[in-house]
């Protein structure tokens, strides 16, 4: 009985995924093919479109998991401490002197070794 239950939500889960597919896809159609309309109606109509085709999949499981997805990501991002403009300011100055250093390091290690294989070949140098 209760595995019924499970497949006819499955299904009915699936037909609305499916019918938001359509109602977007239709949207895109419909916003190319009636390209001498002006577009402000144009974007207007794919912006609803959008807005019910969301609606739609909110009301499948799959889409109430998502929607939970991105509301945790919320939750989570509101736990974030972010730096203080002084810190941004350093470690990006610390970043880009080390990249400087590093560059320098390699160029003479280039130099080095094309001199090297310069006197290993034979080439005045």
């Known amino acids: 009985m209760n595995s019924d239950i499970e497949t006819n939500s499955g299904k009915m889960d699936t037909f609305k995924l499916g019918l938001a597919l359509l109602i977007i896809l239709a949207d895109l159609v419909a916003f190319y093919i009636y390209a001498d309309y ?3 109606y144009r974007v207007i109509a794919l912006v609803v479109g959008a807005g019910l085709s969301i ?3 909110l009301q499948t499981a799959k889409g109430r998991e998502i ?8 939750i989570e991002v509101r736990k974030v401490v972010w730096p203080t403009k002084q810190e941004t300011i350093q470690t990006t100055l610390i970043v880009i002197v080390m990249v400087i250093i590093v560059a320098i390091i390699l160029w003479l290690l280039d130099m080095f070794l094309g001199w090297s294989i310069g006197l ?4 005045s140098g």
């Open 38 to 40: 002006s577009l402000l």
């Open 55 to 57: 609606a739609i999949a």
């Open 67 to 74: 929607w939970g997805y991105f509301h945790d990501a919320q």
């Open 120 to 123: 290993l070949m034979g080439h």
